[in-house]
């Protein structure tokens, strides 16, 4: 009889590549960010905003798809239509002042960290090994975001270097837990637990 955990786990992971997705979209935003630092304020928000609403909508599919698999899939929810919103608010308003635009970066990077580092202690509990790199990356994305909250006229002068290291760390932690979701996909039925 196959343990139902195990095919819990199978199935809580079946969706992935949506992780995925939203870990490279995360990624190309912080490269484009790093690339082209001297284009004009309103496209870069308009980038942003861009990202923002796709990865939002990603992360909502993601939670809605997975919700009678995964024990917290509501912090998905929460991030995703948090992404969306501020997608939303950043695309109806163009003129967002830099202040603003670090504030929203900073709340969602901030928000997005946590969620890392609560499931790479998610992970450590199912076993997986790399969960510690996944806390790393979570406790570097909290750093940033505080410094982009905490001092925003400092964040404004420097908003393309902290805001592309903060796009960047979100989308190798999204593509790093993609790829461990993955593996747990693929190899679910090898995993053992003392109690068995």
């Given at each position: 009889m196959e343990n139902l955990f195990l095919k819990k786990v199978k199935e809580s992971v079946k969706h992935w590549y949506l992780v995925l997705i939203v870990g490279i979209l995360l990624i190309s935003t912080g490269i484009w960010t790093f690339t082209h630092p001297k284009e004009s304020y309103v496209a870069l928000g308009f980038i942003f905003s861009i990202s923002f609403l796709c990865t939002g909508i990603l992360e909502l599919l993601f939670a809605f798809l997975n919700r009678n698999e995964i024990e917290n899939w509501i912090w998905i929810l929460i991030l995703g239509a948090l992404n969306t919103l501020v997608?939303?608010?950043?695309?109806?308003?163009?003129?967002i002042s830099i202040l603003?635009?670090?504030?929203y970066v900073g709340f969602v990077i901030m928000f997005r960290s946590l969620w890392a580092v609560a499931t790479s202690i998610d992970l450590k509990n199912y076993g997986v090994k790399g969960?510690?790199?996944?806390?790393?990356?979570?406790?570097?994305?909290?750093v940033f975001s505080f410094i982009l909250i905490r001092n925003p006229a400092l964040a404004g002068m420097t908003l393309v270097f902290w805001?592309?290291?903060?796009?960047?760390?979100s989308?190798?932690?999204?593509?790093?837990?993609?790829?461990?979701?993955?593996?747990?996909h693929n190899k679910w039925d090898s995993i053992s637990f003392k109690n068995e």
């Open positions: 997608g939303f608010m950043l695309i109806s308003n163009t003129a603003g635009l670090s504030l969960w510690v790199n996944l806390m790393l990356v979570g406790v570097l994305g909290v805001t592309g290291i903060a796009f960047l760390l989308g190798i932690f999204n593509t790093y837990l993609a790829f461990k979701m993955k593996n747990l």
